[in-house]
């Protein structure tokens, strides 16, 4: 069997369709649920955002990946540092209500574009469908993705002890959390330690240890299931999946009742499942639909509002080491949060 058909037999179809089903600009909420800033274990700040977009060149596979990075203004001493991997046809300016959110709150987000799997793959395209389901079957693109996530993190190390760089001294590299959508969902579980088990039983990781804490939104699974508890063994960050009960792959075989697969096989780490109620595929995307007439519009404007501030709260927890705030994710806090309008469920894993 060919590398390709090993490839396509574990199954990397999940993908973000976005690009082709909504509206090209970032949705930012402006009715913030008093209800929700009340219950949360801690006070929301809105720091003034700065945003600094680049384009770093990986000499080693003579590949360009653009960046487009947030961060507080008056920002004090070394920072968390969130990397976010987008879905299938997206770009480095999608998930905007997330990364400026973040850094309003304290943390540098990365935001990164994939070469292959980005929006380049079907814009002008005759058959942009066609396109986006080659790319994303493509052998090297799963691969290529996580190590544009390593790569990242090196120039960044190397960016941080430079003078003349903005962001100089400003991240702490024992803090780093990872998260995406999608195709970069399957990025994110590959960084943390899901193997690739190819037929016959050879294995591949490309787990970077640099990474302390996850955020899979709509993840996909392999379609041989016949691996699975091997595939997540080796996965010990604390995880926060994120999926809705409509949450079918636009392209792939996962549907939305397998989006929990990864939470109920991950044995090491303390992991958290949110299920939102009548949540499909694109609630995460944080864009308007073209279809706002079905009146979804609304609906994920609500949803999104919960995905900043459940996301912020573990961040906190898991990378800033706030105690308020894992307590609160640990002893009911998200359920009152979550009450009618998702499933939470938790598996605590570690002791403290």
């Known amino acids: 069997m060919n590398q390709s058909k090993e490839f396509k037999a574990i199954n990397i179809l999940p993908l973000l369709l976005t690009t082709l089903l909504i509206i090209g600009v970032d949705l ?3 009715n913030s649920d008093q209800r929700d800033d009340e219950i949360l274990p801690f006070k929301l700040v809105n720091n003034k955002v700065e945003i600094i977009r680049d384009i770093w060149f990986d000499r080693n596979r003579n590949r360009s990946i653009p960046v487009k990075i947030y961060y507080p203004e008056k920002i004090r001493g070394p920072r968390p540092l969130i990397i976010f991997s987008h879905g299938l046809g997206g770009s480095r300016e999608g998930y905007e209500y997330l990364g400026r959110f973040w850094a309003e709150n304290g943390f540098i987000s990365l935001h990164l574009q994939h070469p292959g799997s980005d929006e380049e793959v079907w814009k002008g395209k005759e058959n942009p469908l066609l396109e986006l389901r080659k790319a994303v079957i493509a052998p090297l693109n799963a691969v290529d993705r996580v190590k544009d996530v390593s790569f990242c ?18 991240i702490n590299f024992d803090k780093i959390g990872l998260a995406g959508h999608s195709f970069g969902a399957h990025t994110t579980l590959l960084a943390v330690g899901q193997v690739i088990v190819f037929p016959g039983g050879k294995e591949m990781s490309l787990a970077d240890n640099r990474i302390k804490a996850a955020i899979p939104m709509s993840a996909p699974v392999p379609a041989n299931r016949q691996f699975l508890k091997r595939i997540y063994s080796q996965i010990k960050v604390p995880c926060l999946h994120l999926t809705g009960t409509l949450d079918d792959s636009p392209l792939g075989e996962t549907k939305a009742e397998e989006r929990r697969i990864p939470f109920d096989y991950i044995q090491h780490s303390d992991q958290y499942l949110v299920i939102f109620k009548d949540g499909d595929h694109l609630i995460f995307s944080g864009r308007p639909r073209w279809a706002l007439a079905t009146g979804r519009g609304e609906r994920d404007e609500k949803y999104q509002e919960i995905i900043k501030k459940l996301t912020l709260v573990f961040w906190k927890a898991y990378l800033e080491g706030d105690n308020k705030a894992k307590a609160w994710l640990r002893e009911g806090g998200a359920e009152k949060m979550l009450v009618d309008i998702a499933f939470f469920e938790k598996k605590l894993l570690s002791k403290n």
């Open 153 to 170: 993190l090196d120039q960044l190390e190397k960016i941080n002890g430079q003078a003349a760089k903005i962001i100089k001294d400003l």
């Open 28 to 30: 930012s909420s402006k």
